[in-house]
């Protein structure tokens, strides 16, 4: 069974910068990739980043190009969030997902894992 385990989050103030990892256990994978979605209370989930397990093809929503980026490092089945000038509306729960499949990685439903969430709060 996968069980995906994240860490990172945190209250930092706005401009600043966090790290979220996720851990995957249980995951054997020759292919697929690691997604990142947030939810703000209110809004429903959206995806924020993508990368996939072999050749390391990242994908980003809008709202996270040019401050966010996705890495991973297969040897320790971890992926990586790197968050930079943060902003309040950046505040939301982020879940970590993984997928078999290796493109539309910006849709939730093809995600078949997904940890527990961590709290990222922006203050202005």
């Known amino acids: 069974q996968v069980q995906l385990v994240e860490s990172g989050g945190g209250l930092v103030q706005s401009g600043g910068s966090l790290r979220l990892s996720c851990t995957a256990s249980?995951?054997?994978?020759?292919?697929?990739?690691m997604g990142w979605f947030r939810q703000a209370p209110g809004k429903e989930r959206e995806f924020v980043a993508a990368v996939t397990w072999n050749l390391g093809s990242t994908s980003y929503a809008d709202s996270a190009k040019g401050r966010f980026t996705i890495s991973r490092e297969n040897a320790k089945k971890t992926g990586y969030l790197q968050m930079s000038s943060l902003l309040p509306e950046d505040t939301a729960v982020y879940y970590c997902?993984?997928?078999?499949?290796?493109?539309?990685?910006?849709?939730?439903?093809?995600?078949?894992?997904w940890g527990q969430g961590t709290q990222v709060t922006v203050s202005s």
């Open positions: 997902a993984t997928t078999r499949y290796t493109s539309g990685l910006a849709t939730a439903r093809l995600y078949g894992y």
């Open positions: 249980g995951l054997t994978f020759s292919s697929g990739a």
